[in-house]
């Protein structure tokens, strides 16, 4: 397994709960939406075909039952991977910003701002890339700025010269 995976996946693992709630319920949507296609075919061969008014009635009930549960279904699923995948990342950032926090002095003197944070920055857009996680983007920067302000100067906001 490579050293990234591994990596990624220590901060999987204490969702792994939410994650399994997440897959079982897209597995639970998917067969709410295979069982449309067989809802056709009792919809033509019993009810139309064979003139079964009760059929018919049984029939377009649960293809509306089935189209709410799965409208139902997605909302959910998609708040809960919103959330979770927030957490994910909340997580991660927070090691980056205390391993930062843990450089020695000597280390942020030499090396320019602009080269940690583009490298922070670099690698947080490849995480936020996804549709889901643009959201993200927008406060991890809006957050970073007080952060960098922080790491780059912290006695102008003692010193008022």
């Known amino acids: 397994m490579p ?3 591994r990596r990624a ?6 969702y792994r709960r939410a994650l399994t709630l ?6 639970l949507n998917t067969v709410l939406s295979l069982v449309q296609p067989y809802l ?3 919809l033509v061969d019993r009810a139309l075909i064979g003139r079964d008014l009760l059929a018919l009635y049984w029939t377009v ?3 509306a039952a089935a189209s709410v549960s799965g ?6 699923i998609g708040l809960r991977y919103t959330r979770v995948s927030a957490d994910v990342l909340f997580d991660m950032r927070l ?3 205390r391993h930062l926090l843990r450089l020695s002095p000597r280390f942020c003197a030499r090396t320019p701002l602009g080269d940690i944070l583009a490298r922070s920055t ?3 857009a490849r995480f936020s890339a996804s549709p889901r996680n643009r959201c993200f983007r927008g406060w991890e920067l809006a957050g970073g700025g007080p952060f960098a302000a922080l790491f780059n100067q912290p006695q102008s906001l003692v010193d008022s010269r």
């Open 3 to 5: 050293r990234e995976f």
């Open 22 to 27: 997440v897959v079982v319920l897209s597995g």
């Open 122 to 124: 670099t690698t947080w």
């Open 40 to 42: 056709s075919k009792v």
């Open 9 to 14: 996946l220590a901060y999987l693992l204490p």
């Open 61 to 63: 009930g649960l293809f």
């Open 95 to 97: 090691a980056l910003y």
């Open 71 to 76: 409208f139902a279904l997605t909302a959910l």
